[in-house]
């Protein structure tokens, strides 16, 4: 017998518990008032199956997430089956918006219920964790039909603490894309200090990514909504601006994020996330499943990225920041980074800079092939004053240039990483719940 939850609207919970009864398959733990009694029950471990329906109050992505990780700890987390009224095509909408898969009408017979409870079931194994690794946030994705079926690339853009240039590096490699023809997507996802909107001269009061992490959370952002959100400011370049002020970081929730992201696949050819710098995992906040993490949205990004750049500065400090930051990314679940030195010049690190520093990297790193771009402070200040890229500002500017070769070798070429490897990574890199 499989033990299911339910917490369905009290219009139909009679009779979804009176079909359950009748299956000799299912068998009913607790009907729950609430979401908290349903979370509480699901982290007892009383089933492994949780019947819910739309009108649950409170019911978004991060429940979902919780759910999906609660109980892990006496041996699995809850799969969910939705719930919607007969023929209440919004609710079922809803649902699938909030990523469920399985979904039933509330007068679903006995024999859908049972298929329902073990299509989720056999979903929730297929994608489970290899052995040792751990569940990560916004593990309780799982795209609906037609969702991520034409993927797009995502390529997240990171760096150690220091200001290496990280946004730089974003915005010019976003508008190279752009400028190439490729349709290209710029997201900020800096929670410490995101800077695309002041570099674009771009409102940062406008909707960007914290509505889109807002309607994903309650299950209302799709393809044409995430589009509204991520005007275009220059052709085939469209930008999702981040956070205004700092202090607003908990509005970024793993798993939002990682709906806003898969999404983006299909807005945009290229997806280019600019992250923060920190790699900690907030490791005591992790016990708590319903506390925010500052550094969420920098570890999902990476753990779905197909490509990620890892930008450090051409300087003895900013070298031996990125070998380090080097090392702390390569125990994360994400792809082999590229590695880009950014400002590169003589008065820092000597005469033939790009020989010592590739020198440097191979060997304190292994890198044997970085991307050097050349210090151009001077193209760099007037594409920062007028709000243009440098790519509009100062097309013969040797670090737009060397940033031109860099996106050219990022253009869609090749199948994307595979969803269960993108599940994989991001399970891994959770930590304890």
């Known amino acids: 017998m ?20 009748r299956s000799r398959e299912l068998v009913v733990a607790r009907r729950c008032a609430d979401l908290a009694d349903l979370l509480a029950a699901a982290s007892a471990g009383l089933a492994r199956v949780a019947l819910v329906s739309g009108e649950l109050r409170e019911l978004d992505r991060s429940a979902l997430d919780h759910l999906a990780r609660a109980g892990v700890a006496v041996g699995a987390g809850v799969a969910v089956v939705g719930v919607h009224g007969p023929a209440d095509e919004v609710s079922e909408t809803r649902l699938r918006q909030l990523g469920l898969d399985v979904v039933v009408a509330a007068d679903a017979d006995t024999e859908a219920l049972e298929g329902a409870c073990v299509a989720v079931l056999q979903t929730a194994a297929a994608d489970a964790p290899v052995a040792d690794a751990d569940w990560v946030p916004g593990s309780a994705e799982a795209e609906p039909d037609g969702v991520g079926r034409a993927e797009g690339r995502v390529v997240a853009v990171w760096g150690p603490t220091g200001a290496p240039g990280r946004t730089t590096v974003a915005v010019t490699v976003a508008a190279e894309l752009a400028a190439s023809g490729t349709p290209t997507l710029l997201v900020d996802a800096d929670t410490y200090g995101g800077c695309v909107a002041q570099t674009l001269s771009l409102l940062d009061e406008a909707p960007g990514l914290a509505a889109a992490v807002r309607a ?14 991520a005007p275009e400011v220059t052709p085939g370049l469209r930008v999702l601006t981040g956070l205004p002020t700092a202090e607003r970081w908990p509005e970024i929730g793993a798993a939002a994020l990682e709906r806003v992201l898969t999404l983006a696949r299909q807005v945009t050819a290229v997806t280019v996330v600019d992250c923060g710098f920190s790699l900690e995992d907030d490791e005591e906040l992790s ?11 920098t570890l999902t990004a990476l753990s779905l990225a197909d490509t990620v750049l890892a930008v450090g500065a051409g300087e003895p400090i900013g070298l031996q920041r990125l070998v380090r930051g080097l090392r702390a990314l390569g125990a994360l679940p994400c792809p082999d980074p590229v590695v880009v030195v950014n400002r590169v010049r003589a008065e820092a690190v000597g005469w033939h800079p790009e020989r010592r520093i590739r020198d440097a990297l191979q060997r304190f790193a292994g890198v044997r092939s970085p991307y050097l ?16 890229t440098l790519t509009e500002e100062a097309p013969g500017s040797p670090a737009r240039l060397a940033l031109a070769e860099l996106a050219g070798s990022l253009a869609p070429a090749g199948d994307p990483v595979s969803r269960r490897e993108r599940r994989a990574r991001r399970r891994w890199v959770a930590g304890p719940v």
Do not use: K
Not at 216 to 229: F, K, N
């Open 2 to 21: 499989r033990a299911v939850l339910t917490a369905v609207s009290d219009r139909y919970e009679a009779g979804l518990v009176t079909a359950i009864e």
């Open 216 to 229: 994903a959370e309650h299950g209302t952002l799709d393809v044409a909504a995430l589009a509204r959100l």
């Open 287 to 297: 016990y708590d499943t319903l506390a925010p993490r500052r550094n969420a949205p």
């Open 373 to 388: 771009v050349p210090d151009d402070r001077s193209a760099l200040d007037a594409a920062l004053l007028s709000g243009r």
